[in-house]
């Protein structure tokens, strides 16, 4: 009996993450044609941004990291937000404010991404004996990080493709919030540039993106040598 009714149900549990997958991907669809449709976009252009924390006054911190916390959801970018930051608050507190709202931003798109989209997904993977499907804990943090890092990285795509991985929530957080300090310092100080347009600010944003992107570019090539030298061993290993 107890057979016939696992059997029973078997068709079932597996039409779950199908589901799962397909609710994620109607509630993607629907955040972005809300975006594209209604006016949010335009109300997340630096001048209204600026405009509606100066009327916040000290409620103004709280509400940027609530429209942190929820702009991946609209597929908004994240780079408005650290630049309000850094013209209202200065490069340091602004880079803090921001990048703590960009991590709760990636967190709720990540646990959504993990909940609903990943079952079906890994299950595909695990079909195909894919190598992403368990993922050494070292290269996750490293090519998260990398990805934060990289100025011109999607940072939506970043991480829905995360939480689809099951990244490892600690590695996840860490490794976005480290790798998203040089951007958001990056932003923060043209921010404040906008505010107080000097030779320091111009040079401070300016050595940063240097940095990022020349950092990012040196890491990569040592990622790229280190994930050769793993495919290389386990090939060994296999034979």
Known sequence: MDGEESAAATPADGRKPVVRAAIFA???????????LLPIRQWW?????????????WRAPACIL?????????FLPRWPIAMVSGLLYGVA????????????????????????????????LERRRSAWF????????????????FPLSNFVATNIVAGTLR???????????????PSSLMYAAWGKLMKEPSPTWYAIAGAMLSVT???????????????RAASASRGRAGT
């Open 26 to 36: 109607t509630v993607c669809l629907a955040l972005l044609t809300a975006s594209l």
């Open 45 to 57: 252009s630096m001048d209204r941004l600026v405009a509606w924390a100066s009327r916040l006054g």
């Open 66 to 74: 609530a429209a942190g916390a929820t702009a991946p959801l609209f």
């Open 93 to 124: 507190r602004g880079t803090i404010l921001a990048n703590v709202a960009s991590t709760l931003g990636a967190l709720a798109q990540y646990a959504l991404a993990r909940s609903m989209l990943a079952p079906w997904f890994r299950r595909i």
């Open 134 to 149: 368990d993922i050494p804990t070292d290269h996750a943090f490293l090519g998260l990080f990398l990805l934060r890092a």
């Open 167 to 181: 990244i490892r929530l600690r590695i996840y957080l860490a490794a976005s919030f480290l790798g998203m300090i």
């Open 213 to 227: 992107i020349v950092g990012t570019w040196w890491a990569q090539r040592r990622f790229g040598a280190a994930q």
